[in-house]
């Protein structure tokens, strides 16, 4: 398929989500700070102090990214190809107090000069884009040196999540291509230095728990969603099931297993 019609079925599909959002029920905090966010915790950790940091938040979604840096101090960018969710994005922004730039943005070809941002951050994006080298790439050429490019994405490898994907059809586009962990080589070939980690191993046991033992159907509600959402009652699980996946992350290439990947790399 050429990739101006995967592009724009990621449109289309991406513009009718954004018309189901009640940008009211975003806990935007819980994204970066809940335990089973650990991507993102990942990401604040290697990411350092953010204010008057210039950041562009690539494929912005509903905009929880871009809020809550611009909540610590970023001058933030919020952009998609999705018309829709930057609008989204925006509505999130002024019922939280804050200010962000909105723009629509084709990953594989950004719109900005060379040297542009403090920071570059996707979260959830590489695997929607037919090249995602490119994306990268993309994101090198606008960063500023010294800048970081961070992101997180799933991974194709683990059997269990991949059941999942053919079950969940509804909620996620037909082109969506988890990367290959490999894709890690190339960031450190491009980037000054590289820093990344995998997680969801043992912790995917709550993705069973919730099709097996709760009944939740995957094509009615986004699991990935409701990890967020319902983190509170999944505390206690996930904390135990975290420290089981510390331990299986030392095995050799374990880590390839896991569902998500996160980076953040240093022009």
């Known amino acids: 398929m050429l990739q101006d019609d995967i592009l724009k079925k990621e449109r289309e599909f991406h513009d009718q989500w954004a018309s189901t959002i009640d940008v009211d029920g975003i806990r935007v905090a819980d994204y970066f700070e809940a335990c089973t966010a650990p991507e993102n915790r990942f990401?604040?950790?290697?990411?350092?102090?953010?204010?008057?940091?210039?950041?562009?938040?690539?494929?912005?979604?509903?905009?929880?990214?871009?809020?809550?840096?611009?909540?610590?101090?970023?001058?933030?960018?919020?952009?998609?190809?999705?018309?829709?969710?930057?609008?989204?994005?925006?509505?999130?922004?002024?019922?939280?107090?804050?200010?962000?730039?909105?723009?629509?943005?084709?990953?594989?070809?950004?719109?900005?000069?060379?040297?542009?941002?403090?920071?570059?951050?996707?979260?959830n994006l590489l695997h929607h884009i037919p090249d995602p080298e490119l994306t990268l790439l993309e994101m090198h050429r606008i960063l500023k040196p010294g800048g970081k490019a961070c992101f997180w994405d799933p991974l194709k490898h683990n059997p269990v999540i991949n059941v999942y994907r053919r079950m969940a059809t509804e909620v996620r586009t037909e082109d969506e291509t988890?990367?290959?962990?490999?894709?890690?080589?190339?960031?450190?070939?491009?980037?000054?230095?590289?820093?990344?980690?995998?997680?969801?191993?043992?912790?995917?046991?709550?993705?069973?728990?919730?099709?097996?033992?709760?009944?939740?159907?995957?094509?009615?509600?986004?699991?990935?969603?409701?990890?967020?959402?319902?983190?509170?009652?999944?505390?206690?699980?996930?904390?135990?099931?975290?420290?089981?996946?510390?331990?299986l992350k030392k095995i050799p290439f374990m880590k390839r297993y896991a569902w998500n990947l996160a980076v953040v790399a240093t022009k």
């Open 178 to 247: 988890p990367l290959d962990i490999n894709l890690v080589r190339m960031i450190q070939s491009t980037f000054a230095t590289t820093k990344y980690d995998t997680f969801w191993l043992a912790t995917l046991w709550i993705f069973l728990q919730f099709y097996l033992i709760e009944r939740v159907n995957p094509n009615e509600e986004r699991y990935w969603k409701k990890i967020i959402i319902e983190q509170d009652r999944l505390r206690g699980e996930y904390l135990f099931l975290e420290k089981l996946d510390t331990l």
């Open 43 to 123: 990401i604040l950790k290697h990411l350092g102090d953010i204010r008057d940091k210039y950041l562009l938040d690539l494929g912005c979604g509903a905009g929880e990214n871009s809020v809550y840096f611009a909540q610590r101090g970023a001058r933030c960018v919020a952009s998609d190809y999705s018309p829709g969710m930057v609008e989204v994005a925006l509505k999130l922004a002024e019922s939280n107090g804050v200010q962000v730039e909105g723009r629509t943005i084709n990953a594989m070809a950004i719109d900005f000069p060379d040297n542009t941002f403090d920071i570059v951050y996707a979260s």
